[in-house]
């Protein structure tokens, strides 16, 4: 089942995204933006949410209200995430990526690194009891610019202290996978194409 997710003989490193990846988030994010979005007339179809959901926040938002000044897409982004954070124990983890990072915790440097906030995502691996397996854990709020820029992977290697060529990601979006790709690192795993067949 987790054959395709293994890590070539040789990583030092793994780096995860979190949301759609190690955490099952994107149903809750999707039900929680297009309440907050709604409210403030903007009707967030599925076909919309799928194409900007790897984006970090703020282009997220204004991607959605292209108008609105920064602190009204502020407060906008704010309001989602309290409405995601007190949903957090409806969360599952993803199990089959989970099992790569619970066999190597501890035996190859492990990071989180999301284009999503330290708070969301601090909250996230908590909820489904994760955090512990990973040695640093790198946000958006870490960097200057997120996901597509490879920021928040080049961070997590330096303070890793690895090299990208020896490094393995693993990604759920084509902006995680671009991401993770301008940052240097050869293997780059769509978690998406390794989903465990139901039994």
Known sequence: ????????????????????????????????????????????????????????????????????????????????????RASTHLLEPMEHVVAIARQYAGVIPMAVVSGGPRRAVDETLEAVGIRGLFDIVVTVDDVERGKPEPDAYLLAMERLGVNASTCVAYEDTAIGIASAAAAGIHLVIDVGLHTPTPA
């Open 1 to 84: 089942m987790t054959n395709g997710l293994q890590p070539p003989a040789g990583t030092t490193a793994l780096l995860f995204d979190c949301d759609g990846t190690l955490v099952d988030t994107l149903g809750l994010y999707r039900e929680c933006w297009r309440q907050v979005f709604g409210q403030r007339g903007f009707e967030m179809s599925d076909a919309w949410f799928t194409a900007w959901a790897g984006h970090s926040m703020d282009p997220f938002i204004s991607a959605a209200f292209p108008g609105e000044a920064p602190d009204v897409r502020a407060r906008i982004g704010s309001d989602g995430l309290n409405l995601f």
